[in-house]
Structures are given as structure tokens and as C-alpha cells.
């Protein structure tokens, strides 16, 4: 944190280098030409730091961020490739051979005392130059690498008059650095290391951002991941802790014997969940093809092949609504079992998502955003039916037809006939689908800690099993924390032709739904928004249904989504801070 005041307190200097253009023009020309046989390469110093800055700092540092200024810096630095190049430096390098990372010398040096030189050591570095500031013979910078910051100490008396002078010419904030040296703790107790050889690995041409930590343009900082991760280190630490996630649910399911497989991407139906696809055209095929919405068909087509123990890690794609929770690109693991049903699937989850937060941070007691979540095992286990009653005093069970249980809901939601809700509410076709709508609305809010709910409809799980004692429901079951839908499991569904059933009723019920909503655009204006998601067509999964007819082993699946466990383990409010590279609208 202290590199990062000093860096917003030297980038100020970046306001006025763009009145020292022509100074470092000029300086540029009277040099050329002169052979150098140095030992270094050396980086252009900010032609701020040579000359005294203007006395209304705060005006000057405001304006350095406007695009006239910033195309006035990339100027300044781009003469300054120019100008290294004309004397025989090349500002970007092919290598650098570093002995050590920031945080390795930090941990072995730290025991020396304060003004204190370790002579004998012989180290070199290389990152960004995130804070530099020049004091007459004394130039100090804050070198930035993968594992934290150290600091370079550069003496006159320790190079050359004109490697120092090109120390303070042509090296700017931003810069990538190699450095070599010894070792030196300053008198304020400040390691660092003693510079008597450096390198310009490459020249930065834009200026990093001014209190970029001020910034509240969260837009921008999705869209330039780059540079939010060079202004704000700890985001960096966000994608370290994925990858922890990642490996250690590797290290899960290959301590339980499961194999890593991969499957399509590019299928030709969209199956294994109900979503609308992203499609796309084959040329040489000429023939469509959809992104997958899951990776659930194919897996279990291994399990007909005879993997008993299968899953895959990878990216699934739905063209759906953007949210906070939402981004049309995610990863998920799915995993199949044969010879288990779902309780062995509630076991695994528990096992897979305390395994990741022991290794992560340490404990199975979460801060999510103010609430304290306790992953102690057992988690509560609740039947879908019984969490609705208990938060309405209605029992869905209770009701023989549709239209009923869609009254009941339209009192106990509140919705008005012309709203939103009433539409979706209205094109439920049972009442397990009413039920369901009530649970999403009144209930998964409210399952902050690990919460499994069990047994769900039939009619809105046509890949589960039909439960074994409940008339009308499945073995199935999905995980909720923090009121969002983490994983999803079934006793998978072998029978051939219950399947082919269950799918051509789904499909049914979305061509109803198309049909009625191609009416609905005739008889008023399109608004040409991507509400639809009926506009697409399904069609059966032949192959999967004749794989099912080879014989499937009794077995269950589940699905685990990776961003959103990431976000639980990283105290992240929105998916796009788990996500590197987030699928964001169009700049207007």
C-alpha cells in the first residue's frame, strides 16, 4: 500500500510533462549520434523529474488524465524510443535473466539492520516502475513484479555520470525494468536494492492512470482489466485465489478417482439444460451449430461407454440476461457417477466447496459482503415443497389444477395483471412450474447458508430421476449460498423412453411458448430487444437418446458453478469481478 501512495503522489508529475515536449525533443536531437559501449541499457527519464514542476500541481495533475494530455505524453515517450534507439538501445527486450522475485528478497534480507549494505549479494529484478522520485544525487523507484514490490536505490556515486543522467531522462512510471545490484536497507528501513546495472525491458508510451484508486468508472476497469490490475494489485489476487479454486477441485475428483474428459463445444442440439443458445453457422458443414448450454449430455454418453467416474472443468454459454450474477460465459464442472444417486452427490459438494475455502482462506467461517457464512458440515437439507409452505403457509401439494395454484401465486407474489411477472406467472403450464416460480421469488433470497433443496417437480427436471417414494417429483436437488443457485444434481434419468417422453414434452411446451409469442409481436410493435428467449427452435437429441437405449448404469450428476464459488471465497458482489474478461454492452 505504501508503493501505491507514493505512485499516485510521483504520477502527478505526469500532468506537466507535456509542456517539457519540446525540452525533450531538443534534448533527443543534440544527442544523437554519439556510440555508446555501456554496460546497461537505460530508460527514458520523465522529463518532469529533470525540470521544476508548475506551481498549480492540482490543476495540472487533473487535467493529465484528458485525452489531449495523454496523446501529449504518448508523444513525449514515443521520441524517447526514437531517441534510446538512436544511440543503440533497443527499449524493448528479447530477456532478463532475474535471480529473484520482490517477494524472495524481501523474505531473505529482512532480518538486516536499518543503513545497512550486503555487499556480497548479487541480485537482479525486473518489473514495473509503479513510483519514482528523483532527490538531486539519489533517484528512487518502486519496482513492482507477480509477487509484491521492492525498491531500487540509485546512486550517482554508483554509475557512471551519463548512465545516471540517462537514468533521469528516459525512465517514466510504467516502464518495465531490469535491474541488478546488491543489497541495501535504507536509513528509514526501506530494503532495496543497490543499482549498479539496469535495463529498459520495455518502454511504457501511456501514462498509468492518476488515483486510479479514486476512480468509480467500474466500467472501465472491466473493460481494461490491464489496467485495473496495474493500478489495483489486490485484483490480481482474485484470479490467483480461481486458480487455487480450479486446482483444488482437480485435486477433489482425482483423490475420488473421477477422470477429466472433454466434450463439444460447438454441438448440434442444444441440450442437457433449458437455456437459449448462442448459434452459429458451419460453412463447410452449412449447417447450424450451438455454443453448449452444458456439458450433461455428452458426459453421460461416457458413462454408457463405460468411465464410470467422469467430469470436465469448462466453459458453458447461454444467451441470456447480463446481471451481477449473470454473464452469457461461465465455467461450471459437471461430474458423473454411476452406481450413486444424489445423496453421494450432496456428500461431494460439501467435500469439493470446503476443500476449496480451507485452501483459500483457511477456515470454513465466510464474510460475504457483511454476513458471516459457516460452511460446517452438515448443511441443511429441505424439501422444495416444505421451504415454500414454510415461508407462505401454502401447500402447492394441496392444489389439483393449474389455474388454482396460479391464483394463489398471483396473491401471495402480489403481481399486477399487466406486469412482467404476471406473464411469466401465466405461461406456467403445471403447477410444479408455479411452485417453482413462488420458490425463486419468495424463498431463494433467503438462503443465505448452505441450504440443499430437495425433490423438485417433475416438469421442470426432465434429466432427473423420478423420486422413489413421491409421486410427481425427482431425485434432485440444487445447493443454494448467499441466495444464489451454486450447484444442481440429479438421480440421473436412464430410462430411454421416460426421456424421449420428457424431452418431446418440452419441447411441447416451448413451440407453445414460441407460437404465443410470435403472436404477441404481431398485434403490437417489436421492441427489438433480446427478451425472447422462445425464438429459437429445439429439436431431440437423437444421439443421446439412442446412447441411453445401449443401457446408462444407474448413476447421478452434478453441476457446480466456479464464479459464483469464487465470488462466495472472495467477498465479490458482482460474477464480473471473478471473471477476467466479462461480457460488457457497447460503449455508446
Known sequence: ???????????????????????????ATASVGRAHRLHIRCCSPAAAATTKPPQDRRRRSASSSSTS???????????????????GYEPYAHKWDRTHTTKELQERYAHLENGEVC??????????????????????????????TIQLYCEKDSLTEEQFEQLKAFIDIGDILGASGSIKKTEKGELSVYVNCFEILTKSLLPLPDKYHGLTDVDKRYRQRYIDM????????????????????????????????????????????????????????QRDLYLRIATELHLKRMLVGGLEKVYEIGRIFRNEGISTRHNPEFTTIEMYEAYSDYESMM???????????????????????????????????????????????VDFNSFGDTESAKNAATGLLGIKTESHENTSLQACSSVGHVLNEVFETVVEPTLVQPTFVLDYPVEISPLAKPHRRHA????????????REIGNAFSELTDPIDQRSRFENQIKQHNAKRAAMGKKDKSAESKGDDDDEYSYEV????????SLEYGMPPASGMGLGIDRLVMLLTNSASIRDVIAFPVLKLQQ
Open 230 to 285: 496495474i493500478a489495483n494489485p489486490e485484483v490480481a489476487d482474485v484470479f490467483r485465489t480461481r486458480a487455487k479454486v480450479v486446482s483444488e477441485i482437480r485435486k477433489t475428483m482425482e483423490s475420488f478417482g473421477f477422470i477429466e474428459v472433454e466434450t463439444p463445444v460447438l454441438q448440434g442440439a442444444a441440450g442437457g439444460a433449458e437455456a437459449r443458445p448462442f448459434i452459429t453457422h458451419h460453412n463447410s458443414l
Open 347 to 393: 456428500s461431494l459438494a460439501e467435500e469439493i466447496v470446503t476443500r476449496c475455502a480451507m485452501v483459500t482462506i483457511g477456515k470454513l467461517k465466510v464474510d460475504y459482503q457483511g454476513t458471516e457464512i459457516s460452511l460446517e458440515r452438515p448443511w441443511r437439507r429441505e424439501t422444495m415443497h416444505r421451504l415454500v409452505e414454510e415461508a407462505t403457509g
Open 119 to 148: 555487499t556480497e549479494a548479487a541480485v537482479s529484478i525486473a518489473g514495473r516502475i509503479v513510483a519514482r522520485r528523483a532527490f538531486g544525487k539519489l533517484v528512487f523507484m518502486t519496482v513492482r513484479d507477480d509477487s509484491g
Open 539 to 546: 429439436s431431440l437429441d437423437e444421439d443421446f437418446l439412442t
Open 472 to 483: 410427481g417429483l425427482t431425485e434432485r436437488f440444487e445447493l443454494f449460498i448467499c441466495g
Open 1 to 27: 500500500m505504501e508503493a501505491l501512495r507514493v505512485w499516485r503522489a510521483s504520477s502527478n508529475l505526469l500532468g506537466f510533462a507535456a509542456s517539457r515536449a519540446a525540452a525533450a525533443a531538443a534534448t
Open 69 to 87: 494530455d495523454r496523446d501529449s505524453i504518448r508523444a513525449i515517450r514515443l521520441k524517447k524510443v526514437e531517441e534510446l534507439r538512436g544511440k
